[in-house]
């Protein structure tokens, strides 16, 4: 089984993207490099802007016009934000939701094998740590926390991501480590809200990056 990931957006979103294709590999599924090659297409949406939202919504649309007997994915934001409009443009789109990404390779499968499979909800699962198929093997992107603490009117992201959950420092530089051992050359730290980290556990943002560092 073949799977093409298109991701659109931030650096926690890529870093969703490369677990995701983490969990499948493992799970012996190929990721591979064009879409005319694959079986499933997971569409990794973006849905802060709405320039953004407008061509996720033309992406997916167009997939399934163009590739008919591909089986499609959408994964990222859109699926927690805004369901109804998935739902109308996509009904025979499996959905991974941003905290569901450990059941990557059971909801390709069931997709792969024509079942419509809909993972969504939050979790306090940690994203430190997890496999991770990185592109650029000199580039590591860390996620240190997910979510933020505010109820903004005007930011849409809250839906998708949820509550601030900040994972354990002792962790993040766990992975920093191994990353470096395997040849990256910059450490990217990244999250909804970095400034945040570590407020809903009692750590700080200066004492990570010191650790890192």
Not at 16 to 39: K, P, T, Y
Request: aromatic share 6%.
């Amino acid at each position: 089984m073949k799977v093409y990931i298109d991701s659109y957006g931030c650096t926690f979103n890529k870093a969703d993207a490369q677990i995701m294709a983490g969990v499948l590999v493992e799970n012996e599924i190929d990721i591979v490099d064009s879409i005319e090659e694959a079986d499933v297409i997971i569409v990794n949406t973006c849905y802060v802007k709405l320039p953004t939202e407008n061509k996720v919504v033309y992406k997916i649309q167009k997939l399934q016009k163009d590739f008919p007997d591909k089986k499609i994915i959408v994964s990222g934001c859109m699926v927690e934000i805004d369901p109804e409009k998935l739902e109308k443009i996509g009904p025979n789109c499996s959905w991974i939701g941003p905290h569901q990404l450990n059941k990557s390779a059971d909801v390709v499968k069931g997709t792969y094998c024509g079942d419509v499979i809909r993972e969504t909800g939050f979790t306090k699962e940690s994203k430190v740590g997890v496999p991770k198929l990185i592109d650029d093997g000199l580039i590591h992107i860390i996620q240190i926390c997910e979510g933020c603490l505010g109820a903004c009117t005007f930011c849409c992201t809250r839906f998708a991501r949820g509550p601030l959950n900040s994972y354990p420092i002792e962790d993040i530089v766990a992975e920093a480590k191994e990353a470096i051992e395997n040849g990256a050359c910059e450490i990217q730290l990244t999250a909804q809200d970095t400034a945040a980290f570590g407020r809903d556990s009692g750590e700080k943002l200066s004492d990570l990056i010191k650790e890192v560092a």
